[in-house]
Nanobody, 121 residues
Framework: QLQASGGGLVQAGASLTLSCVASGLTFSSYDMGWFRQAPGKEREFVAAVSRRESTFYKDSVKGRFTISRDNAKNTVYLQMNSLKPEDTAVYYC?????????????????WGQGTQVTVSS
């Protein structure tokens, strides 16, 4: 089970940190990712951190977002700075055991319930 939190309504330029706590799985054995879905759009990759702690980012969030994990707390974080209105979406955390392609939602085994991020201009 994955439980995401930390979303909210902020103004452009603000920061938010999303958290996702995992239970019922061996957290350190999974690659962890964040995806987002805006109304009327497909779910898209945002960032991932592998079990070896390599990080991957969508081009449009590079330099603004930072993903990290704390295996002792079974938690993955997404620090989001300089938020833009186009970052508005429901953000989902996910866990991938396959390690085939951390940018593809198809390979993720477990999903959190989503947390809403709304950025006003």
């Amino acid at each position: 089970q994955l439980q995401a939190s930390g979303g909210g309504l902020v103004q452009a330029g603000a920061s938010l940190t999303l958290s996702c706590v995992a239970s019922g799985l061996t957290f350190s054995s999974y690659d962890m990712g964040w995806f987002r879905q805006a109304p009327g759009k497909e779910r898209e990759f945002v960032a991932a951190v592998s079990r070896r702690e390599s990080t991957f980012y969508k081009d449009s969030v590079k330099g603004r977002f930072t993903i990290s994990r704390d295996n002792a707390k079974n938690t993955v974080y997404l620090q989001m700075n300089s938020l833009k209105p186009e970052d508005t979406a429901v953000y989902y955390c996910a866990a991938d055991y396959s390690s085939l392609d951390v940018t593809s939602y198809r390979f993720y085994n477990y999903w959190g319930q989503g947390t809403q991020v709304t950025v006003s201009s």
